[in-house]
């Protein structure tokens, strides 16, 4: 079974600053997707950004990127620039990449503090 | 677009009673999904749909909870009866492929 592991239960940031959530998992598979999501407190989840497994290149979205290492099977978050909004809590998700890709196995997630 | 509304936002019961949440997604979206989520925790998968059809229910504790799809679009998920650990947010999410697009939730309390 696909297991994602997120090892900081809460992170603390400056507004402006850039700080780096954690991610590993474990699977047999070679392709794959993996997430981060986004959960701000009582508002729904919104993916944030997503990286397919062959895909060496590292996703970008606008001020979040990733470090994908598939052999260490690692996948951190990188939020750049942090700002007031950025605050909530970030789950790690791996999914398979065929026609079930949405279903997802999550992380326990980690939950991001801006300080302004 | 119209995202995943779910009702009711938040339920308080007694164990033992039933409730029912319901979850219309996105239309358009093959796949439903309906998540478990214990406070400080990650979202558990709970039961996939495609269409109106079961494509997974392994994690559902079939004894005391039940989902249906009418349709293909809205879903119901019935918990009967409630115990204790059921408190959590219970989380509907539709997806086209492989992204999922998630309700606001409904949370449980049973007492």
């Known amino acids: 079974a696909q297991t994602v592991t997120q090892s900081q239960p809460e992170m603390s940031v400056q507004e402006a600053e850039t700080v780096t959530l954690s991610c590993t998992y474990d699977t047999s598979e070679s392709d794959y997707y993996l997430f981060w999501y986004k959960q701000p407190p009582s508002r729904q989840m919104i993916l944030v950004i997503r990286q397919e497994a062959y895909k060496q290149q590292n996703a970008t979205e606008n001020r979040f990127s990733v470090n994908f290492q598939k052999a260490a099977k690692s996948f951190s978050l990188k939020i750049s620039d942090s700002q007031l909004g950025d605050a909530a809590m970030y789950f790690c998700?791996?999914?398979?990449?065929?026609?079930?890709?949405?279903?997802?196995?999550f992380g326990d997630g980690t939950t991001l503090t801006v300080k302004p | 677009e119209a995202g995943v509304a779910q009702s009711p936002r938040y339920k308080i019961i007694e164990k033992r009673q039933s409730v029912a949440f319901w979850c219309n997604p996105i239309?358009?979206?093959?796949?439903l999904y309906w998540y478990q989520q214990i406070l400080g925790q990650g979202p558990k998968l709970l039961i996939q749909f495609q269409n109106n059809g079961v494509v997974d229910d392994s994690q559902l504790p079939k004894d005391r909870f039940s989902a249906e799809r009418l349709k293909g679009v809205d879903s119901t998920l019935k918990i009967q009866p409630a115990k204790l650990e059921d408190s959590a947010v219970y989380l509907c999410?539709?997806?086209?492929?492989?992204?999922?697009?998630f309700g606001e939730g409904s949370r449980l309390t049973v007492l």
């Open positions: 239309s358009g979206h093959a796949t």
């Open positions: 998700a791996y999914s398979y990449r065929n026609t079930n890709a949405g279903k997802s196995t």
């Open positions: 999410a539709s997806s086209p492929r492989w992204e999922l697009f």
